[in-house]
């Protein structure tokens, strides 16, 4: 990419480095340097996803094995015209299969569900091939060497050679050590020169051993000879190392046409490999700067929230929030030196270029950017000493050439217009060009001292106001633009402040035109607002998350409270089912009792007992249907008088009892009805004359229990919530039976039915004793009630 001059003032370049260093080939820098700053808005979106996926590939997944990702592009086309590829070649081939293996199995991991559409359409087509990667790395230990796996015939040849060197040295050996010939070496060593054993002999003595000279020592004192004993061997061993050479030769010569059988597949991986390596750059760089995805518009509108400078700090850079373009086309920013007008200007430049080359950039979420075809920037110290070019005559070199090109799809960024000339004159020409960029509505960024472009923003529609605010009493800028209020200067105060004598100030200030005073004073009054505003909106917003964390406990009460209404509802439904049960239970029984004496009574009164009869079916029939809507009505003409053991109608169940306990304090009366016990409203209570005959059920229904009643029950297999109606209507039967003492089997387990099934038990006030059963009983696995 073609790195302009306003790239380099806004310090793009050096963003573009830091991208570079996050690329793992060097293939990938290379697409770092052939991107390009785009200008449609699917393309925009289309890269920001990118980076956006590998993002959060690396945060689910960790790094990407990006390794061995090389160019083979000449390597293929080797192969493809027949030639052969050296050891270390091929194993840059296997290392290139093997990161798009690895790779690919990394992308298409199954283990989460992520939205990674551009990425795995790029990764489905990478080509894999296993076998040639095993294949090249079992023939090819390193570089250098060849595996004897590489071939059976290598392996043989290498064993033969293997021989021949033993052989020889057991000659040598013989020679340098114990011989008479041991005599006339210069050193008793075996040696080698020419790729053949030798031994050193002293130049006197060459004559003394046979055999052939092959080297000469640099001071002459030494003679290297191949002794006639191994110089046949020494031949066998280069004629092994030849046939050696060959096999090798062709040993690569058979892994190269193998690969170049594939080689258009995996050629083809290169651009995919590049890609990728290119994506995850960017989504690396996107998390060393905490960047977000902006969103793009084609509305030449720009809203970024809590932007930070990538190159700066980000632990000590004060994030800016800035907007043009929505409500006005050009912003004015004001404010006294050092106080962050120049960083912003960069910001927000940087940042759109960041963007439209698919870079993530350091802002808060929903922050905006748009399309750009060029961005103008005339930034920091432009004098040009080779030129003899003032500051002035530079900057403006610059403003001229922005006026020729920009149009409305540009966006430019002047640093103090109009400043090192006279201010009149300086102030004037500002005005001049922010009205020509106001005219052909192009975004126009400007920081000014000048009071008149600070009226002139105020005055003119499409233009804006905003300032670096500053700290008069630590005399030290706080970094925050803030945009609808212009700056002040502040020189006075700042003056003041460092010590400049209250008699200098007051003879400055009388140079300066009421106008400016005035002004000056306006500003000032609108700091003050909009500072004690700030400090309000500070307090109200620590006042409404305080609000806020205060109806987040009440609706956590709210509903705890539903949660334990419903299971209050829950349980009191099936405790009424159990009760409509166990009612049902012993209607039945009445009604069998009732059926048998039909038959014995006179036909007048087997009529009202029939009619009885079906009244009870008719009101179990409507109380199973509305079980979960009982409700005990009151009596027309209640008892006036309660009494323990007198006969009672219960209203609406249209059932009968016997009153067992006076009126409690909410004037509840305990009533047996059937084998229930229950509690009623007085006034849902009618009185029966007749004792004897209610008296005589009772006692049928008891008997009746008490002949199939069991001494035990065996709850095994169940859980509490299962076991507890059933023990409940064991016990129940069992106390009306008469029975003394009876037996539950929970069995041992953990003990956690045995535990909660006691502590329930409890507060039985039937219960007398809960002890274990003994050892042949059931021991722990059982419990012993005993009633009272």
Same mark, same amino acid.
């Given at each position: ?234 031949? /066998?061993?280069?004629?092994?190392? @030849?046939? &050696? ?5 062709? *040993? =690569? $010569? !058979? %892994?190269? /046409?193998?690969?170049?059988?594939? @080689?258009? &597949? ?5 651009? *995919? =490999? $590049? !890609? %990728? ?512």
């Amino acid at each position: 990419m073609k790195i302009l001059k306003s790239h380099k003032t806004l310090e793009f370049d050096k963003i573009l480095e830091k991208l570079k260093d996050m690329c793992e080939s060097e293939l990938g820098r290379d697409l770092v340097d052939e991107g390009k700053i785009l200008t449609n808005l699917s393309a925009i979106k289309k890269a920001q996803e990118e980076t956006s996926e590998g993002l959060n590939l690396i945060s689910k997944r960790g790094n990407p094995p990006l390794f061995g990702i090389t160019n083979i592009h000449d390597f293929m086309r080797r192969v493809e015209l027949g030639g052969s590829l050296s050891p270390q070649n091929l194993l840059r081939v296997s290392d290139f299969l093997r990161v798009s293996r690895i790779l690919k199995k990394y992308i298409f991991t199954d283990d989460d569900d992520l939205s990674i559409n551009n990425i795995s359409n790029l990764a489905e087509n990478l080509y894999v091939n296993k076998n040639i990667e095993e294949i090249i790395n079992n023939a090819i230990i390193s570089e250098n060497e060849i595996s004897d796996n590489a071939s059976s015939k290598l392996a043989s040849i290498r064993r033969t050679m293997a021989n021949k060197k033993v052989a020889i040295r057991d000659k040598l050996s013989s020679i340098v050590s114990g011989n008479e010939d041991s005599k006339y070496l210069q050193d008793n060593i075996i040696t080698m020169r020419e790729g053949r054993y030798v031994v050193p002999v002293k130049t006197e003595n060459k004559g003394k051993i046979k055999g052939l000279v092959h080297d000469l020592s640099s001071s002459g004192a030494t003679v290297y000879i191949e002794p006639i004993a191994v110089v046949n061997l020494n031949n /066998e061993l280069k004629e092994l190392e @030849s046939k &050696e050479r060959e096999e090798i030769e062709r *040993i =690569l $010569k !058979e %892994l190269s /046409e193998k690969v170049a059988e594939y @080689s258009h &597949e995996i050629a083809a991986n290169q651009y *995919i =490999l $590049k !890609e %990728l390596d290119f994506i995850f750059a960017k989504a690396k760089l996107s998390i060393e700067m905490n960047g977000i995805e902006p969103v793009f518009n084609e509305d030449k509108i720009v809203d970024l929230i809590g932007a930070r400078h990538p190159l700066l700090n980000k632990n000590k850079i004060v994030p800016i929030d800035i907007s043009i373009g929505e409500n006005w086309t050009s912003l004015i920013i004001t404010g006294p030196n050092t106080g962050g007008k120049t960083v912003t200007l960069k910001t927000l430049g940087l940042l759109s270029l960041m963007g439209q080359f698919g870079l993530h950039i350091p802002a808060k979420e929903n922050s905006r950017l748009s399309i750009f075809h060029r961005i103008f920037a005339d930034i920091g110290d432009e004098q040009s000493i080779e030129q003899s070019l003032s500051t002035f005559s530079s900057h403006m070199v610059n403003i001229v050439d922005i006026l020729k090109n920009a149009d409305e799809d540009s966006l430019v960024l002047f640093d103090e217009l109009g400043a090192g000339t006279d201010p009149t004159e300086g102030a004037a020409l500002a005005r001049a060009i922010m009205d020509h960029m106001l005219e052909k509505k192009i975004r126009c960024v400007s920081t000014t001292h000048y009071n008149q472009l600070k009226i002139y923003a105020l005055t003119s529609q499409g233009v804006q106001n905003a300032s670096m605010e500053f700290n008069v009493e630590t005399l030290s800028p706080t970094f925050k633009l803030i945009i609808g209020i212009p700056g002040k200067s502040n020189a006075f105060e700042i003056s003041k402040r460092l010590g400049l004598s209250e008699e200098i100030i007051n003879l400055a200030k009388t140079f300066v035109s009421n106008d400016n005073i005035e002004f000056e004073k306006v500003l000032q009054s609108i700091e003050e607002d909009r500072s004690q505003l700030e400090k309000n909106k500070s307090q109200i917003e620590i006042y409404k998350e305080e609000i806020e964390k205060q109806n987040k406990r009440l609706d956590q009460e709210l509903l705890k409270i539903q949660k334990e209404k419903e299971k209050i509802l829950k349980d009191a439904k099936l405790e009424a089912s159990r009760i409509l049960r166990r009612a049902k239970e012993d209607s039945d029984l009445a009604l069998s009792q009732i059926k048998d004496v039909v038959s014995e009574v006179k036909k007048d009164q087997a009529r009202r007992l029939q009619e009885s009869q079906d009244i009870i079916r008719d009101n179990i029939k409507a109380a199973s249907i509305n079980s979960e809507k009982i409700q005990i009505k009151n009596a027309e003409k209640p008892i006036t008088k309660v009494i323990i053991g007198d006969s009672v109608r219960v209203n609406s169940l249209n059932a009968e009892g016997i009153i067992l306990e006076l009126p409690d304090q909410n004037g509840n009366v305990l009533v047996q009805v059937g084998m229930l016990k229950m509690k009623v409203p007085k006034n849902s209570l009618i009185s029966i004359e007749d004792k004897k005959d209610l008296s005589n059920k009772t006692k049928n229904i008891i008997k009746r229990k008490s002949s199939t009643i069991k001494t035990e029950i065996d709850i095994r297999g169940n859980n509490f919530h299962e076991a507890k109606p059933l023990v409940d209507k064991y016990l129940d039967d069992a106390y009306l039976s008469g029975l003394k003492s009876v037996r539950i089997i929970h069995g041992k387990g953990t003990g956690a039915l045995r535990e909660k099934l006691r502590d329930y038990l409890k507060k039985n006030k039937y219960i007398k004793d809960i002890c274990d059963a003994p050892y042949n009983e059931g021991g722990m696995g059982a419990s012993i009630i005993t009633f009272k």
